[in-house]
């Protein structure tokens, strides 16, 4: 079974630095698909950045871009220019490529703090 | 915009009654769906998977008996929470997949007195 750890329960970063979330998984898979999912205390989950294991290039959208190793089996996500609005619980997930199993699991979360 | 979208936000129920939450997905069909369980301060918790004409698919350790969805319709699932215990207090997710992305409803907080 995949697992996906976070191993930073809380994180705070200045307003309009750079802060990076670290996440690393399990996988015995070749192709698969990573995601960061951020829940702002609305509790709505939104779709960050998503990867694709088989492209190489990292994944970036706007603000947000990702580290991914994947010999290392870790997906890095990097905040730029942090905004207020950042500041939210951010889940890094995994789901395998194959079949029809669209089964996400989840890290534990990391709390990203933004201090004015 | 949203494209799935969830019923109630929030439900408050006696012990012993149940609830129904509604998923749906808007403008498109989902012959998928998910319902996640979250806890304060904790991750997301596949419940089971939901799908179209089919039984739902439970996850270990999730009683299928008091928890029962039904996916009739392609655009619509439906988890409901039988004989609800002030355990069962909680807050549920669902969702369903679009253009290979997961899209989640806004939730629905279960409190059970």
């Known amino acids: 079974a995949q697992t996906v750890t976070q191993s930073q329960p809380e994180m705070s970063v200045q307003e309009a630095e750079t802060v990076t979330l670290s996440c690393t998984y399990d996988?015995?898979?070749?192709?698969?698909?990573l995601f960061w999912y951020k829940q702002p205390p609305s509790r709505q989950m939104i779709l960050v950045i998503r990867?694709?294991?088989?492209?190489?290039q990292n994944a970036t959208e706007n603000r947000f871009s990702v580290n991914f190793q994947k010999a290392a089996k870790s997906f890095s996500l990097k905040i730029s220019d942090s905004q207020l609005g950042d500041a939210a619980m951010y889940f890094c997930?995994?789901?395998?490529?194959?079949?029809?199993?669209?089964?996400?699991?989840f890290g534990k979360g990391t709390l990203l703090t933004v201090n004015p | 915009g949203a494209v799935v979208s969830q019923h109630p936000s929030r439900v408050i129920c006696k012990s012993g009654t149940s609830v129904k939450i509604e998923c749906r997905s808007l403008?498109?069909?989902?012959?998928?769906m998910f319902w996640y369980r979250q806890f304060p301060k904790q991750s997301l918790m596949l419940m089971a998977t939901s799908n179209e004409g089919s039984k739902a698919t439970y996850e270990q350790g999730v009683e299928k008996d008091k928890f029962l969805i039904n996916h009739a319709s392609l655009t619509l699932s439906t988890l409901t929470v039988t004989s609800a215990h002030p355990e069962d207090s909680s807050f549920y997710i669902c969702s369903a997949y679009r253009d290979k992305k997961l899209f989640f409803g806004s939730g629905t907080q279960l409190s059970v007195l």
């Open positions: 996988t015995s898979e070749s192709d698969y698909y």
């Open positions: 990867q694709e294991a088989y492209k190489q």
């Open positions: 403008d498109f069909q989902a012959t998928t």
């Open positions: 997930a995994y789901r395998s490529a194959g079949g029809s199993n669209y089964k996400l699991t």
